[in-house]
DNA sequence: GCCCGCCGGATCGCATACGATAACCTGTGT
DNA sequence: ACACAGGTTATCGTATGCGATCCGGCGGGC
């Protein structure tokens, strides 16, 4: 059996993500205690993980709550998130095999499928699939572990900032099988790189476009 | 007064920074709190936060040691920090005033000094210095929060890996005037960042042909 | 009417205590 | 002499309890 604080981190963690804690939600330890007949030790425990992945803010002698993203969040995550992820594209490469290739090829098919039957959330899930499966192959588990959580703290912002840009799925799906073929054609890093970096910037700027022309500050 | 969480936490991780409890050092709950006069609770807490920052691990009812790093862990330490400090140095370039960037140059020219007088640990820190002061200008906290920690790393892992390249830091201060002169230019983003990633960079790549070299295999 | 200091409830911070787990050591049978 | 079972010890995991801290409301002074 895992140990009770694994199990409380899990199942914050889980309520972070799925949305019910949201943003700013306090998070009262006795409370939690109480309804899970779980002390109050392995929830502090669980509570200064995710204080220190960023999850959480805790205030001494106050209180827990579920950390709050302003808008420029969205920004700079994706800023950042396509440095790490150009690097761990472009390292992953020699580690892919024929068969990875080919499923990252039927992911991008599935995506296609997803656009043309207007299914936003499948495409969005099929789209952090894509990436996660290859970057995952990136021979480095600490910078696969910052982008896992890079990742899911997108998402998590994506919740409260609405971020879209029309047409953009379409391109994407395009330059994801560029991608492919720079991988399968076993090009150099720093285009591999370069491609990755510019693909999720893409993105950022699709979108950042699509927000000023609506009069959105995404700063 | 600090909670005694954080007390633990200040206390432990000097200790792994400055080398008292080395790479694998085991960390003994109830031994710390006698010793302290602390009881385990907060070392706990505090482990759980080193844990997930990556200074320790933590085994279930086994108990906590200090991370271990291969000589490979420099090289991937490196290749990441060219990147975040590529971008934050690019994203700070427009919040930098004349003032600092003529502390930058006064810190440039006394590791100018240093290499003078052959003072390799000033030398160091001068270095940590000069573009620590420039990339906490970014405006992105998390992004610096990054960057310290893979900072911190990166000293910690260098006890236990000597890395070093002759001849390498002349040029490295002959690469900081350059990358002063493009931020005094307003240089536009892209070209600071290439040229402070490739400045870590030309570091990592120096290094590893030094230590190829030698035949030692830093990967 | 407004400001300031006091008070009570909610909540956190931490020490103590005990049960659970894993590593080690020891002794026995072969 | 070796393999294995059993007990032993060091250490961890977590429940309980109490003192400390903060926040919000109330009443007195100006």
Redesign the interface.
């Given at each position: 059996m895992?140990?009770r604080?694994?199990v409380c981190y899990d199942l914050l963690k889980g309520r972070i993500l799925d949305g019910t804690y949201g943003p700013g939600h306090r998070l009262v330890i006795d409370q939690l205690g109480r309804e899970t007949n779980i002390s109050t030790?392995p929830w502090?425990?669980?509570m200064?993980?995710l204080?220190?992945?960023?999850w959480i803010e805790i205030i001494?002698?106050v209180g827990a709550r579920v950390a709050t993203f302003d808008a420029g969040?969205w920004t700079?995550?994706m800023?950042?998130l396509a440095?790490?992820e150009?690097?761990a594209t472009a390292l992953a490469a020699e580690e892919l095999t024929a068969q990875d290739l080919a499923d990252a090829r039927r992911i991008n098919g599935e995506m296609s499928e997803a656009l043309a039957d207007f299914d936003p959330l499948r495409f969005s899930q099929l789209n952090r699939q894509f990436h996660t499966m290859i970057f995952h192959r990136a021979p480095?588990k600490?910078?696969v572990a910052?982008l896992d959580n890079e990742w899911a703290r997108l998402d998590f912002i994506r919740r409260s900032a609405f971020t879209h840009a029309p047409g953009r799925a379409v391109q994407s799906v395009a330059e994801h099988a560029a991608l492919l073929d720079l991988l399968e054609a076993r090009a150099d890093a720093d285009t591999i790189e370069t491609a990755a970096r510019r693909h999720k910037l893409n993105t950022l700027d699709a979108v950042t476009r699509h927000a000023v022309a609506l009069g959105n500050a995404l700063a």
């Open positions: 895992a140990t604080t694994e030790i502090r425990e669980s200064r993980r204080e220190a992945e960023g001494p002698n969040e700079r995550t800023r950042l440095r790490l150009g690097l480095d600490h910078l910052l």
